[in-house]
């Protein structure tokens, strides 16, 4: 069974930083993508960063020199840096992953995601 775990969120003022982590367990795929969405209330859920089994990545505009998407093999973890956080960026944020070699745009697994806060 594939298992997504976040943590990393909480609050923290304008102009800070977090580090989100994705831990996942009994996911053996070769080949895959796996993602970071985000949903703020009363708004659509945005795809914020993907990585893909070749380590090839792709970003949101509204968060392009901003975030940054790895991951650690080794640790089954995926991680979402998360720097110069601003106000518009406080939702929930989700992991997410899908086998195969495309990213989306649908993902067969999901945590259970994570608040992250900014305060202006």
């Known amino acids: 069974e594939v298992q997504l775990v976040e943590s990393g969120g909480g609050l923290v003022q304008a102009g800070g930083s977090l580090r989100l982590s994705c831990a996942a367990s009994?996911?053996?795929?070769?080949?895959?993508?796996m993602a970071w969405f985000r949903q703020a209330p009363g708004k659509e859920r945005e795809e914020v960063a993907t990585i893909d089994s070749s380590d090839m990545t792709t970003y949101a505009d509204s968060v392009k020199g901003r975030f940054t998407i790895s991951q650690d093999r080794a640790k089954n973890t995926l991680y979402l840096q998360m720097n110069n956080l601003q106000p518009e960026d406080t939702a929930k944020y989700y992991c997410a992953a899908v086998d195969g070699s495309l990213c989306g745009p649908e993902y067969g697994y999901w945590g259970q995601g994570t608040q992250v806060t900014i305060s202006s």
């Open positions: 009994g996911f053996t795929y070769r080949m895959y993508c």
